[in-house]
């Protein structure tokens, strides 16, 4: 049994469009057997497991505990790290935990997950601008369109106007939602997409990894992001700094969370065969 096929054991429903038939899968363990297994995948790879409960919802404790055990990791190998090693040691455990909570958040994403919609910083609306056609009539029919910027200014006869006003109108990126996909935009959360060049060249549709995201599918948080966050706890990690260890060091730790997500796999396949 491997970690994703646990799912359905927390989230009953999703058994029915699984398309497998009820007790016939060889994946059909009973529920003390079941049990057993995540117990003691728990106990081998305690990271891997919550890190993955976590991810899929199943638990926000086990969310919680990925993060803090993440944190200790961070804690353990930073000092690796001249910059991170220099940081006062009432702060050091504040930046470790930051960026252990940046880089679950990263590992979190997927297609599926949602961001803030950026358009109209997740309020749902956006103000917009809004030009209604005025029209000044004398006796004869408009001739001239102008845009009058001063409607102060006495305004000729027969002429029709532009007057802009500020609406308030529903955000066109989210449809009043506040949250946009996390999936590229270029390959829809595919990870896969048609090679323009080699194309062109085959006179066949060629695919291949999605340039814009790496054949991942979804974008990732900027590592900025996490860097911002650290900024607000120490003025002592320039961009530069950041940008040569800070940032391979956050990068490691996301890594971190995937090697652990798959040891916790194959512990359970193991535990469970
Ligand atoms: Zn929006
Ligand atoms: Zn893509």
Same mark, same amino acid.
């Given at each position: 049994m491997?970690?994703?096929?646990?799912?359905?054991?927390?989230?009953? /429903?999703?058994?029915?469009?699984? &398309?497998?038939a009820p007790n016939t899968s060889p994946d059909t363990l009973t529920g003390t057997d079941y049990i057993a297994g995540m117990g003691m995948t728990m106990a081998r790879a305690p990271m891997g497991y919550s890190a993955f409960m976590g991810k899929v919802g199943v638990s926000e404790n086990d969310a919680r505990r990925a993060v803090s055990l993440l944190t200790e990791y961070a804690l353990q190998t930073c000092d690796k790290v001249a910059a991170l090693r220099k940081l006062e040691s009432d702060i050091k455990p504040a930046v470790m935990q930051t960026l252990a909570t940046y880089a679950y958040m990263d590992y979190c994403q997927s297609a599926a997950s949602v961001k803030p919609c950026e358009c109209c910083k997740a309020t749902g609306f956006i103000d917009a601008d809004v030009f209604t056609m005025k029209s000044r009539f004398g006796t004869q029919r408009p001739g001239v369109v102008t845009e009058i910027k001063r409607l102060d200014e006495p305004l000729p006869e027969n002429t029709s106007y532009q007057v802009r006003d500020v609406e308030r109108i529903l955000c066109p990126e989210c449809?009043?939602?506040?949250?946009?996909?996390?999936?590229?935009?270029?390959? /829809?959360?595919? &990870?896969?997409?048609?090679? /323009?060049?080699?194309?062109?060249?085959?006179?066949?549709?060629?695919?291949g990894d999605c340039k814009r995201c790496g054949g991942r599918g979804?974008?990732?948080?900027?590592?900025?992001?996490?860097?911002?966050?650290?900024?607000?706890?120490t003025q002592s990690i320039s961009l530069a700094t950041w940008d040569r260890s800070g940032k391979p060091f956050y990068d490691q730790l996301i890594g971190k969370l995937e090697i652990e997500e798959t040891w916790a796999n194959a512990a359970l396949i193991k535990v469970t065969a």
């Open positions: 491997s970690l994703e096929s646990t799912v359905r054991f927390h989230f009953p /429903k999703s058994q029915s469009f699984s &398309g497998t449809k009043g939602k506040c949250v946009v996909s996390s999936a590229c935009r270029d390959c /829809k959360g595919r &990870g896969r997409a048609v090679m /323009k060049a080699e194309s062109e060249k085959q006179g066949v549709p060629v695919m979804y974008e990732r948080i900027p590592a900025v992001e996490a860097f911002r966050a650290i900024c607000e706890i």
